[in-house]
């Protein structure tokens, strides 16, 4: 895949140029945190409406240093944002579409993710270092919405060389997603530490 149309002859491509670069995710440097700032986003991510009083009921300390511990989490990108987690199912999109997709030697990936942006049933593109260059997820209400997703959406965007339609049967349920990231557990001082920046 192409990560940028060519320039013109005898125009140089500048440096600023929108690219597939342009539009991922920035690396982050991880963020020093201590217990208290763990057990903050187990809390957070149970319930991210959860006042600061509690919260800081909860850690031990005062509300204006948990608000402030909170703060910088924000600052650092550690907490991007507070939201909900949707029920795919009850809002009548219970079928989850997993989409690897391959590119044609010519095709400019940031056009053909362009116009996957415009499918109203994309939820999520990913993209890959492998035999496939992009994995988009979907959420389709039936049989019907998938045949219209593949046939008016995905089938005719310029560049997808291939692509298949992978269905999930079901999701496992993790009751605590983050414990074996946060290691709330686990303070064995063999575990490995992260690189760490200074306090900000």
Do not use: C
Not at 172 to 198: F, G, K, N, W, Y
């Amino acid at each position: 895949m192409s990560e940028t149309a060519n320039p013109r002859p005898g125009e140089g491509a500048p440096d600023e140029a929108p690219g597939l670069r342009q539009i991922l995710e920035p690396d982050r440097e991880p963020l020093d945190l201590d217990d208290v700032d763990r057990q903050l986003l187990q809390h957070l991510h149970e319930d991210a409406r959860q006042p600061i009083r509690t919260l800081a009921a909860e850690v031990g300390m005062s509300a204006p240093a948990v608000a402030e511990r909170i703060a910088r989490l924000e600052r650092g990108h550690v907490i991007r944002r507070r939201t909900i987690e949707l029920d795919w199912a009850a809002l009548g999109y219970p079928l989850l579409v997993v989409m690897p997709i391959k590119l044609t030697a010519s095709a400019d990936a940031l056009d053909v993710i362009t116009e996957l942006r415009k499918i109203p049933s994309l939820t999520e593109v990913l993209v890959l270092a492998s035999r496939y260059d992009l994995m988009a997820r979907f959420r389709v209400r039936d049989h019907a919405d998938l045949q219209r997703l593949l046939i008016e959406h995905v089938w005719t965007i310029p560049g997808i060389e291939d692509s298949e339609a992978m269905i999930s049967i079901g999701r496992l349920a993790d009751q605590s997603p983050l414990r074996h990231v946060l290691a709330l557990d686990d303070a064995s001082p063999t575990s490995p530490t992260p690189t760490r920046r200074r306090r900000s």
